[in-house]
């Protein structure tokens, strides 16, 4: 790929994804204005979650300082606790699609969380972490289908977004710590 496809798809891609980050901002304004307690803080804690890695995507590993890492670190422990709280909050309500996503989400951050953390892990590893993807992404396809057949139109199209929006993250993430695994080198 020529250097200018490569800028021009970089700010496709860059473009396709402040918009969905804007669009998942105006879904979060919706839960916390319009959901139950447990959505918004769950939409809220998702979000800062989504913007935290997004921008750890688009640093630079140079730029990286002890304290911004001590504070990202406090940052996402805050925001997994409220996720959690929120999952936890789902299944005590029995609202069993909201506690299915949530948890199946919660997978998803585990398993990009080993795959950015550990970049050390051997071929077979790494290999089982993207079956598990596969199969965490293909079970919360499943919910927004059961969304969609129950007519909750909003919350199958939000999951939609939130889909679109981690999977543009993960490939950035992996690609930028691909990069700099091979300069490290």
């Not at 994804?17 to 804007?22: M, N, P, V």
């Not at 809220?44 to 990286?64: D, K, N, S």
Request: hydrophobic share 60%; proline share 1%.
């Amino acid at each position: 790929m020529t250097r200018t496809a490569a800028a021009l798809t970089a700010k496709r891609r860059d473009a396709i994804t402040l918009t969905l980050i804007g669009l998942l901002a105006l879904n979060a304004v919706i839960y916390t204005a319009d959901g139950r307690a447990a959505e918004a803080a769950d939409a809220v804690a998702w979000f800062a979650l989504l913007a935290l890695y997004e921008w750890e995507c688009r640093r630079h590993p140079a730029a990286r300082h002890q304290r911004i890492e001590i504070l990202l670190f406090a940052c996402r422990l805050g925001a997994a606790i409220a996720i959690v709280f929120s999952a936890a909050t789902f299944l005590r309500e029995q609202e069993w699609l909201d506690a299915l996503n949530a948890w199946l989400w919660i997978g998803v951050v585990i398993v990009l969380e080993v795959e950015v953390r550990l970049t050390a892990l051997d071929r077979a590893r790494r290999r089982s972490l993207l079956v598990t993807s596969l199969l965490l992404y293909g079970g919360l396809a499943a919910v927004m289908l059961a969304w969609l057949y129950q007519g909750e139109w909003f919350d199958a199209y939000d999951a939609s977004l939130w889909i679109a929006a981690f999977a543009l993250i993960e490939m950035g993430l992996l690609k930028g710590n691909e990069k700099a695994t091979r300069e490290s080198a």
